[in-house]
């Protein structure tokens, strides 16, 4: 294997990467763990699995560039940059939490890293990003906008209207479709007339791509160019992900709709080793230094916690702050 395979990037933004795949992972599963304990309440619908197109996009934004996200949206704030003790603490519900406790886990977001907080509305993300991109082309600033959504939203109105507007006005958005083939329990291939959602891109002229949602360094090429044209004045792409959760849809779902040998197969792309393989047999890294980075990890997310145990609940005098009354 040659460098060129990792596109010039250097060994430390390689491990960079490695890292941010590991940080959305292991804040996942310390959270199923802290909401089985009894610890957070409510109901969370997770992302392991899909953090190579979380990771991958992300690390083509800068802090002023915008992401909308979905009712799946704690990989996407810690890529775009909400800390670990303030994603950990939105989820117990404290005052020092990214939203200071008034979004909870489906609606993680900060203004200050360029996240909107998150909507839940299945293809809510969809028309509100044209609005972002707009006043990105109206200021004349180089700002992109990138919208998350799941193929569950590509059969929703707002997600052709989204696209429609974007395309005739010419936007700076970047739609990125993680397709993980179901909405919920639903099937993509069950109600879809189209093998790819990339194709229906056509319909508005907008160029369109497939890419290995598995493989971080794929995404990362291909939200490259995306951005760069958004960038340029070029208008909107649509990155169309192929990815898979490896949970279920949300705390209660048991997955019987999917095959055990479907969850293998897709397991066996598990994007972590993924990269972690290809590092190690390039000599970027060896395992020893793989492990010190879970190590860290670990670490930061046993802090995280510890800083949400002892951060103060909102006093009732806040939920009159930062509100329209
Ligand atoms: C308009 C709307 N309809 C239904 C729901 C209930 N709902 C929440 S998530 C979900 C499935 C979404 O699937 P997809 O867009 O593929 O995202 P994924 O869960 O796979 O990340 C549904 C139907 C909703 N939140 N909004
Ligand atoms: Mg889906």
Known sequence: MTGDDFDGLSTEHLRALYRKLVLLRRFEDRVYHLFLQGELAGTLHQYQGQEAVAVGVCDNLETTDWITSTHRPH?????????????????????????????????????????????????????????????????????????FFGDGATNEGAFHEGLNFAAV??????????????????????????KDVAERAAAYRVPAQVVDGMDVLAVRRATAQAVAAAREGKGP????????????????????????????????????????????????????????????????LDDAVEFSRQSPDPTPAQAYEDVLI
Not at 249 to 264: I, L, N, P, T
């Open 169 to 194: 006005q010419q936007l700076p958005i970047v739609f990125v479709c993680e397709n993980n083939l179901y909405g919920a329990s639903t099937a993509y291939h069950q109600v879809s007339p189209v």
């Open 75 to 147: 990989g996407h704030a810690l890529a775009k940059g909400v800390s670990s003790r303030a994603a950990m603490a939105e989820l117990y519900g404290k005052q020092t939490g990214c939203c200071r406790a008034k979004g909870g886990s489906m609606h993680f977001g900060d203004p200050e890293v360029g996240m909107l907080p998150a909507i839940a509305i299945v293809g809510g993300g969809n028309t509100v990003v044209t609005g972002l991109g707009l006043a990105f082309k109206l200021r004349r600033s180089s700002q992109v906008a990138v919208c």
């Open 237 to 300: 792409t649509l990155l169309e992900c192929k990815t898979y959760r490896f949970t279920g849809h949300s705390r209660s779902d048991a997955r019987g709709y999917r095959s055990k040998a479907e969850e293998a197969e897709w397991l066996a792309k598990d994007p972590i080793p993924g990269l972690g393989k290809k590092l190690v047999a390039a000599g970027r890294c060896s395992e020893a230094d793989l492990a010190a980075l879970d190590e860290q990890v670990v670490a930061e």
